[in-house]
């Protein structure tokens, strides 16, 4: 019996391990052919490995970079011949420290990387489904912290709440 997506063209971001391997791993048994991105070439070349079958892929994105979303993109339009349609944003690092101790480098990776970088591939994602006329769903995986906050995490927990806020 086929599942909703079998065949579906679906991208994760931070797929290297955590929350976005486990996703990779959830929508390819589902029968979704997986594009798995990562900064880390080598994990999301690994978390492919780790899938039984399909026509998946891995590439290298930093998801706070326009120009690596958009050099993946043209790459996955390229062998695929259209985006995907399902865009799950899981990307995110954090960088703990007391606000008057956090050096502001370690405030912007978190910014970048939990919220520009979601802005990014909503954007870029979002503008190739609709240049393609093909329907989709994203998702953007937030963490409790958005609502609560949480010690040493002035950057991060701000970051969630703005990609709650955004989705």
Same mark, same amino acid.
């Given at each position: 019996?086929? *599942?909703p997506l079998a065949g579906k063209l679906a991208l994760v971001t931070g797929a290297g391990s955590g929350i976005g391997r486990? *996703? *990779? /791993?959830?929508?390819? =048994?589902?029968g979704a052919i997986v594009v798995a991105v990562d900064r880390n070439v080598q994990a999301a070349q690994e978390t492919i490995a780790s899938l039984t079958a399909g026509d998946n892929a891995a590439y290298e994105m930093d998801v706070s970079s326009g120009d690596s979303v958009d050099? @993946?993109?043209? !790459? @996955?339009? +390229? =062998?695929? /011949?259209r985006p995907p349609t399902v865009v799950v944003n899981s990307a995110g690092i954090t =960088?703990?420290?007391?606000?008057l101790k956090?050096? !502001?480098s370690d405030f912007d990776a978190v910014i970048?990387?939990?919220l520009k970088g979601t802005w990014l591939v909503l954007q870029r994602f979002g503008r190739a489904m609709i240049e393609h !006329?093909?329907? +989709?769903?994203?998702v953007n995986v937030s963490s409790i912290v958005a609502r609560t906050g949480n010690i040493g995490q002035s950057n991060y927990s701000p970051s969630k709440a703005g990609v709650e806020a955004m989705t």
């Amino acid at each position: 019996m086929a *599942t909703p997506l079998a065949g579906k063209l679906a991208l994760v971001t931070g797929a290297g391990s955590g929350i976005g391997r486990a *996703t *990779t /791993k959830l929508l390819a =048994r589902d029968g979704a052919i997986v594009v798995a991105v990562d900064r880390n070439v080598q994990a999301a070349q690994e978390t492919i490995a780790s899938l039984t079958a399909g026509d998946n892929a891995a590439y290298e994105m930093d998801v706070s970079s326009g120009d690596s979303v958009d050099a @993946v993109l043209n !790459e @996955v339009i +390229g =062998r695929y /011949k259209r985006p995907p349609t399902v865009v799950v944003n899981s990307a995110g690092i954090t =960088r703990d420290n007391f606000l008057l101790k956090m050096p !502001e480098s370690d405030f912007d990776a978190v910014i970048n990387v939990n919220l520009k970088g979601t802005w990014l591939v909503l954007q870029r994602f979002g503008r190739a489904m609709i240049e393609h !006329e093909l329907a +989709g769903s994203m998702v953007n995986v937030s963490s409790i912290v958005a609502r609560t906050g949480n010690i040493g995490q002035s950057n991060y927990s701000p970051s969630k709440a703005g990609v709650e806020a955004m989705t």
